[in-house]
């Protein structure tokens, strides 16, 4: 299982552009790119996913550099609802994942 | 889609009892589910990993006489901590995986929250 490696914890502002760095050096080729959301007494919620390249949906945005051995979560704009702990999980489809310790994303007005 | 629910929410027992817990996949066919503890400012821990109709398979260090998982249905799978004890206290959140998504996505229930006294 790929191990991951975030910050623990980072600041931001309001309004402000958020960006959570993940690395995954043992990444497989089948493995993809998972990065979930979690409030506390929550169950993590699913943010977004890619391969390779740049993922975007209504929340955010996924960059993958060719290598790979990171990925880079992106969230616009941040609001003082997205405190929370991020979490970017690599793992394939006849396996299971491995949680690592996740950042602690706190949104200050 | 891919909702996830779990019950109960919260449970209180008293020590020596057991306590099950259900997860439930609402609008999807779980063909795999896991089950996770997660103490407080700390990361999901994964317990053990179902496959519908099979045996459980449990991570190094996780009693599978004391945490017994049933995966009878495509929808549902239960956890059963058997004789509780208070260190067994911890919120538990399962997820759930179908072949309908195209990768390895896992949707997860809200948790449950076990105190044990």
């Known amino acids: 299982l790929a191990k991951t490696t975030q910050p623990i914890s980072m600041d931001s502002y309001e309004g402000q552009e958020v960006n959570i760095t993940c690395s995954h050096n043992n990444i497989a080729t089948n493995d993809y790119i998972t990065w979930y959301q979690q409030f506390p007494s929550q169950g993590p919620r699913f943010i977004i996913q890619?391969?390779?390249t740049k993922v975007t949906n209504e929340v955010a945005s996924l960059f993958i550099p060719a290598d790979r051995k990171s990925s880079t979560l992106s969230l616009p704009r941040v609001s003082l609802s997205d405190t929370a702990v991020y979490y970017c999980?690599?793992?394939?489809?006849?396996?299971?994942?491995?949680f690592g310790d996740g950042t602690t994303l706190t949104v200050k007005p | 889609g891919a909702v996830v629910s779990q019950h109960p929410s919260w449970v209180i027992c008293k020590s020596g009892t057991s306590v099950k817990i259900e997860c439930r996949s609402l609008?999807?066919?779980?063909?795999?589910m896991f089950w996770y503890r997660q103490f407080p400012k700390q990361s999901l821990m994964l317990m053990a990993t179902s496959n519908e109709g099979s045996k459980a398979t449990y991570e190094q260090g996780v009693e599978k006489d004391k945490f017994l998982i049933n995966h009878a249905s495509l929808t549902l799978s239960t956890l059963t901590v058997t004789s509780a004890h208070p260190e067994d206290s911890s919120f538990y959140i399962c997820?759930?995986?179908?072949?309908?998504?195209?990768?390895?996505?896992?949707?997860f229930g809200p948790g449950t929250r076990l105190t044990v006294l």
């Open positions: 890619g391969y390779k």
């Open positions: 609008d999807f066919q779980a063909t795999t």
């Open positions: 997820s759930a995986r179908g072949r309908e998504f195209p990768t390895d996505t896992q949707y």
């Open positions: 999980l690599v793992g394939d489809r006849a396996g299971k994942s491995t």
